[in-house]
């Protein structure tokens, strides 16, 4: 992984998404677009008291560390920061913080998508969610996730997955 260029952080404590946001505004200062994803926990209308992640350390980052340079390989990217939480967190709580720079708006764009798709079906993370009447039961990637994963592969016809970019 080209620590130059992808950055990926595993907290078990909060993050601010707005300082993460900056740092990477700046670490990109001459990039032409950048994109940011933040994801919250869902509180699901009061239905969810927490989340909890699980990872194995190491293995959790270098997996990560392989999608990111997916993302590298597939578009002209100056840089990529990923920071995720893990632990117990309560509804609207950043849970992923994902951002792209890149000389143009479109393969910045695409690959924050990338990246999430990515992250929601393959990095390995075990959610387990607490029901606010105190049940309890563990969170598997949704079809929808594999839908939208699936968009990516090499034969796959999707509106901007199959577009070339110059350097």
């Known amino acids: 992984m080209d620590a130059e260029k992808v950055s990926i952080r595993i907290s078990w404590t909060p993050f601010d998404p707005e300082a993460e946001a900056a740092h990477f505004r700046r670490r990109c200062a ?9 994801g919250q926990v869902r509180g699901e209308n009061g239905a969810v008291a927490s989340l909890a992640l699980e990872h194995y350390p190491g293995l959790t ?3 990560i ?3 990111a340079e ?6 002209p990217l100056e840089a990529v920061a ?9 509804p609207g709580e950043p849970i992923v913080f994902v951002a792209a720079a890149a000389a143009h ?3 910045a764009f695409e690959a924050v998508d990338f990246l999430m798709d990515y992250l929601k079906s393959e990095a390995p993370f075990w959610k ?4 606010a009447d105190g049940s309890a039961r563990w969170i598997e990637p949704r079809a929808e996730d594999s839908r939208d994963k699936a ?8 509106q901007g997955a199959q577009r070339a970019w110059r350097k």
Do not use: N
Not at 128 to 131: A, I, M, N, P, S
Not at 151 to 157: N, V
């Open 30 to 38: 001459r990039a032409g677009a950048i994109a940011t994803f933040l």
């Open 61 to 63: 980052e270098a997996e």
């Open 65 to 67: 560390g392989r999608i």
């Open 70 to 75: 997916q993302a590298c390989a597939r578009w």
């Open 82 to 90: 990923i920071a995720h939480r893990v632990g117990v967190m309560a």
């Open 105 to 107: 708006r479109r393969p």
């Open 128 to 131: 387990k969610e607490t029901g």
């Open 151 to 158: 968009r990516w592969a090499p034969d796959a016809s999707s």
